[in-house]
């Protein structure tokens, strides 16, 4: 870990992991904001689970409760990729909504259940066995 990240975590008590989990729901929710200017349908679940599978999936211990909230993410795009501008603005508005509630719910289990592996350790993102983020 560089010495950025550990005053990082001594000053918060998080990992430099949970600051990535932080980054990627922040992008995960700008691309739900942006669609459809940003990109197409088909694309969308893909896009916005994205910056979670690159950076972080690989990083955490396997765990069911993050990958059901993953799986929920998904879904959640794809009601919205396929939520007609005809149904009207209420209806594209509540299943953006849906989606990033849906961000919001793996952001937080990420951060509540999930734990550093290895791979994570070996890349300075936090002690391997650790939790993500400080437990209250």
């Known amino acids: 870990m560089n010495p950025t990240q550990t ?12 600051q990535t989990v932080r980054r990627a729901a922040a992008q995960a929710r700008r691309r739900a904001a942006a669609f459809p200017a940003s990109v197409s349908g088909d694309d969308l679940p893909w896009a916005v689970i994205e910056a979670f599978d690159a950076d972080i999936r690989g990083h955490v211990e396997r765990d069911r409760r993050i990958e059901g909230e993953r799986d929920r993410v998904l879904i959640a795009a794809v009601n919205l990729a396929e939520t007609r501008p005809e149904d009207g603005a209420d209806a594209v508005e509540a299943a953006r909504a849906a989606l990033v509630d849906a961000i919001d719910y ?20 936090g002690g391997a066995g650790r939790p993500v983020a400080a437990r209250p």
């Open 7 to 18: 005053a990082m975590t001594e000053e918060t008590g998080e990992t430099a992991l949970a």
């Open 106 to 125: 793996l952001e937080q289990a990420v951060l509540r259940f999930g734990i550093v592996n290895a791979a994570a350790a070996r890349h300075g993102l």
